[in-house]
């Protein structure tokens, strides 16, 4: 799907199936893919690619949201491809910690997996691409969003979605710092709401009316 003339989202709709909306930004000069998926079902961003005369190969950067399998487990399909990956430090550390399970359930070794530099709060500029990285613990202890400030979009993995928010029952989820996140990310000039999970939100007033609806439905219960 084709949000703008540079931004692409391949939205995941199987209900049969646990995965994540990739998403794809695309400019003459880099392409940056945000979140591939479960490598069992990389195919659909596979398709995705295909319709715009893309390959794996064409994919200079992949960025991951959070570490978890069903964001980051396709990374490991790119691993004789040039592109590159990054994480959020604090997410890495995650996945050490939890590396025999994670082993069991990815079936694949870390070093398939492991990021090339890790990203922080501030700018990541790749080539004609501008990137705000924002960090947004909560529902990971390394999670962050993106904000692509040339389409006022917005990139939030699974902190918070159309109508909800990330779980906090995870290792490392954590109520109050899911809450001052998405709080903090309400402050930005936002026109499209890319989430991890679920439909996009668009238009301004829509993005805004959906972050005042999550903290006045959901944030009670955390």
């Known amino acids: 799907m084709q949000l703008t003339p540079n931004l692409h989202a391949f939205l995941w709709t199987s209900p049969n199936a646990n ?3 990739t998403y794809l930004i695309k400019t003459e000069q880099k392409r ?3 979140d591939p998926g479960h490598a069992a079902h990389f195919d659909h961003v596979q398709r995705g690619l295909s319709d715009l005369n893309l390959s794996m190969d064409s994919i200079d950067l992949i960025v991951c949201t959070h570490a978890h ?5 396709a990374v490991q399909l790119f691993a004789d491809t040039t592109a590159l990956f990054t994480l959020h430090a ?8 939890m590396a025999p399970h994670l082993k069991q359930i990815m079936g694949t070794e870390l070093d398939h997996l492991t990021p090339d530099f890790f990203v922080n709060q501030g700018q990541l500029k790749v080539g004609d691409i501008d990137l705000e990285i924002h960090s947004t613990p909560g529902h990971s202890p390394g999670g962050i969003s993106l904000y ?3 389409d006022k979009a917005l990139l939030t993995g699974d902190l918070i979605f159309k109508g909800g928010l990330g779980r906090t029952d ?18 930005l000039d936002s026109a499209w709401l890319l989430s991890g999970h679920g439909d996009v939100v668009s238009g301004q007033a829509a993005v805004q009316s959906n972050f005042e609806q999550v903290e006045r439905m959901w944030f009670g219960y955390l």
């Not at 399998?69 to 487990?73: A, I, L, R, V, Y």
């Not at 995870?170 to 402050?187: N, T």
């Open 19 to 21: 995965n994540c909306n």
């Open 90 to 97: 604090d997410d890495w550390q995650m996945v050490l910690d």
């Open 148 to 150: 692509y400030a040339q």
């Open 69 to 73: 399998p069903d964001h980051m487990e």
């Open 170 to 187: 995870l290792p490392g989820g954590k109520s109050e710092l899911l809450k001052d996140s998405i709080q903090r990310m309400a402050l």
């Open 32 to 34: 940056i893919l945000i």
